[in-house]
Structures are given as C-alpha cells and as structure tokens.
C-alpha cells in the first residue's frame, strides 16, 4: 500500500515519478546501511550532485536479483533506475541523510 503522502505519476516518455517526502528514501538509506556502501554512495552522490538534486543509478539487473549496485551513471544495456532527489535546501543534507550510520 502506497501512503496517502506519495504521488506517484507516469510521464509521456513512461517515466514514474514519485513525489513525498524525504522518507521515499528510507528504504534506499537501509539498504546501503545494510550493504555497507556508505562510502561508495557518499562519493558517487558527491560528484554528481548539483545546487538542488542528488542523483544516482542503481543497477536493475543487480536490483531484480536482490543485490544492490550503485552507479554515477548508466552503464547497463537494459538501462539502470535513475534516482533524482530534488531539494530546495543543501543537497549535502541529503547525502548525509543516506550515508550515515547513526545506530
């Protein structure tokens, strides 16, 4: 079930957008705990962050396989999910979010 607080909508080019809060990323920042890629993904946000976005790629191949691989661009064949988390406030805050271990 998708909370009340999640818009999710279908662009022309068959883009699935899903619009919220920050905590559309909880299951995101879990998993890179979990993988113990918080380096990785903190230097991959870093170098293709901008004044408002983070962005990155997860590998669909590797996700479809209960795996988790992520990317500063596209590289596969069929095509990564591209992950675009759009702030109005520092982008830092957002990487910071995802990447630390706060146990």
Do not use: C
Not at 16 to 32: C, F, K, M, N, S
């Amino acid at each position: 079930m998708i909370p009340e607080s999640i818009i999710l909508r279908q662009t022309e080019d068959d883009y699935l957008i899903a619009e919220g809060d920050i905590e559309l990323l909880e299951t995101i920042r879990d998993i890179i705990k979990i993988t113990n890629s918080q380096k990785l993904a903190k230097n991959i946000m870093n170098t293709t962050k901008t004044d408002e976005t983070v962005s990155f790629y997860i590998n669909k191949q590797a996700a479809y396989n209960h795996k988790f691989n992520i990317l500063d661009e596209s590289l596969s064949a069929l095509g990564d999910i591209e992950v675009i988390a759009k702030t109005h406030n520092n982008p830092d805050d957002i990487i910071e979010w995802l990447t630390t271990d706060d146990d």
